[in-house]
T-cell receptor, first 115, second 110 residues
């Protein structure tokens, strides 16, 4: 149980285009989903927290207009990187938790490369 | 701002040896999780600890939560090459967000 999937697993795009990443909880209802970014050889940095049906809460320094997050259902959250630039290239990971539980379950990550 | 320091940052040992990784915070955890991450993959949950002084075992891995809930350790007995990976502690500090530690990159040499 507690499986989280992400799609796509890797994406290469041209500078200036937008990329959407999906995060799904496959066997549980995720009241809260989180989006992280990880640079090579570094730990995970939280970008934003999203609760189903509410606007996402972004961490300091994360541009909400650049990283659009939608959490329209209890099993799906999306992250859209708008007008991507090479500096947005990174490993993006989502996680999900259910109400009242501390534990977060992570997706397999999406490798974004912007040319 | 809560900080989570992990030590050591890098560890390379021979197969069959024992090792301990530490996770320390300046604040009290509501709960703490340990994850292992392989290159190009997401973190995989190993354990969640909530109660001060708690000890949990997962095969050759033993996790301990400090009495004051400000530190934790992960001990691996008879390490195997399959234990190689990035070990991350992550804590909740009274809210739903996880703060990740700096990570310990473990390499087990066959």
């Amino acid at each position: 149980g507690a499986v989280v999937s992400q799609h796509p697993s890797r994406v290469i795009c041209k500078s200036g285009t937008s990329v959407k990443i999906e995060c799904r909880s496959l066997d549980f209802q995720a009241t809260t989903m989180f989006w992280y970014r990880q640079f090579p050889k570094q730990s995970l940095m939280l970008m934003a927290t999203s609760n189903e049906g509410s606007k996402a809460t972004y961490e300091q320094g994360v541009e909400k207009d650049k990283f659009l997050i939608n959490h329209a259902s209890l099993t799906l959250s999306t992250l859209t990187v708008t007008s991507a630039h090479p500096e947005d290239s990174s490993f993006y990971i989502c996680s999900a938790r259910t109400s009242g539980k501390y534990t977060q379950y992570f997706g397999p990550g999406t490798r974004l490369t912007v040319l | 701002t809560q900080l989570l320091e992990q030590s050591p940052q890098f560890l390379s040992i021979q197969e069959g040896e024992n090792l301990t990784v530490y996770c320390n915070s300046s604040s009290v955890f509501s709960s703490l999780q340990w994850y292992r991450q392989e290159p190009g993959e997401g973190p995989v949950l190993l354990v969640t600890v909530v109660t001060g002084g708690e000890v949990k075992k997962l095969k050759r891995l033993t996790f301990q939560f400090g009495d004051a809930r400000k530190d934790s350790s992960l001990h691996i007995t008879a390490a195997q090459p399959g234990d190689t990976g990035l070990y991350l502690c992550a804590g909740n500090f009274g809210n739903e967000k996880l703060t990740f530690g700096t990570g310990t990159r473990l390499t087990i040499i066959p």
